[in-house]
């Protein structure tokens, strides 16, 4: 009797232990996923961190001083992922056309990669020449960007809203 006794206890044990590692298995860390309003708040403030970042990149090459920026949000910003990949396209523009001329507007623009979480990362020029390519952060473009080097939630560069 003692014996089934103990076969009893140590397969219920036995059986316990494998329930809760079964248990455990299926409570990893899951995904979590933030609200739209906390994606839209990460987005607003990556345009804002990378317009920052684009002044200071025109106001150090006098090619396109004066030119209007056009900052676009980082695509890489969606639920899973609110802080993006930590880079957005701005584009720089100026327009010209012959005095007293309706017609013939001529566009001339620039195109750069920015940071929205450093001031420091700066601007890597894309057209019209290609320093994006040969980028080492490029490879951060389009996935989403570790905690580690694109904090959630973004911080503030110096003289963002």
């Known amino acids: 009797m003692k014996i089934s006794r103990t076969f009893f206890l140590t397969f219920t044990i036995a059986v316990f232990a494998a329930a809760c590692m079964l248990a455990l298995a299926g409570c990893g860390k899951k995904e979590e996923i933030s609200s739209f309003a906390t994606v839209e708040e990460q987005r607003a403030q990556g345009r804002a961190n990378a317009y920052v ?33 930590g880079w957005t396209e701005v584009v720089f523009m100026r327009t ?31 057209s019209p020449t290609n320093n994006w390519d040969k980028f080492p952060k490029k490879a951060m473009d389009g996935a989403c960007g570790p905690i580690a080097e694109v904090p959630m939630p973004l911080p503030k560069v110096a003289g963002a809203k």
């Open 96 to 126: 010209e056309r012959t005095d007293g001329s309706t017609k013939n507007l001529q566009v001339e623009k620039a195109t750069v990669m920015c940071s929205t979480v450093s001031i420091n990362e700066g601007c890597v020029m894309v």
């Open 53 to 85: 970042v684009a002044a200071e990149y025109q106001r150090q090459n006098p090619r396109i001083q004066g030119w209007e920026a056009i900052v676009k949000a980082d695509s890489s910003h969606t639920s899973a992922c609110p802080q993006g990949d």
